[in-house]
């Protein structure tokens, strides 16, 4: 087989082994989809696709440093703490 021919099978193989993984997180996803928020698998693999292709070309998201995500996940259990109060208090009125 020439170099060419088996760039071109690899790259095959490669990009369907993306779809199938891609096929399998739409599955999961379509048990909560409704009527408003389906999508069919091409239009979601077209999605991911954008997507990745935007993580291609530069625009990353910002990693987060530990101390970023410490402090975001005080903030989350804070305002669990407070949802939590709230609601007893309303239970208790």
């Given at each position: 087989?020439?170099?060419d021919l088996s760039n071109k099978v690899l790259k095959l193989a490669k990009d369907r082994i993306f779809e199938?993984?891609?096929y399998s997180l739409w599955l999961n996803e379509l048990q909560s989809m409704d009527k408003?928020?389906?999508?069919?698998?091409?239009?979601y693999l077209k999605k991911v696709k954008s997507k990745q292709l935007l993580n291609k070309s530069g625009i990353k998201r910002k990693k987060k440093t530990i101390k970023e995500l410490r402090l975001e996940s005080m903030?989350?259990?804070?305002?669990d703490k407070k949802n939590k109060?709230?609601?007893t208090k309303e239970n208790l009125n």
């Open positions: 087989m020439d170099y199938d993984k891609i408003e928020t389906y999508i069919d698998f091409d239009g903030k989350i259990i804070n305002d109060l709230t609601s």
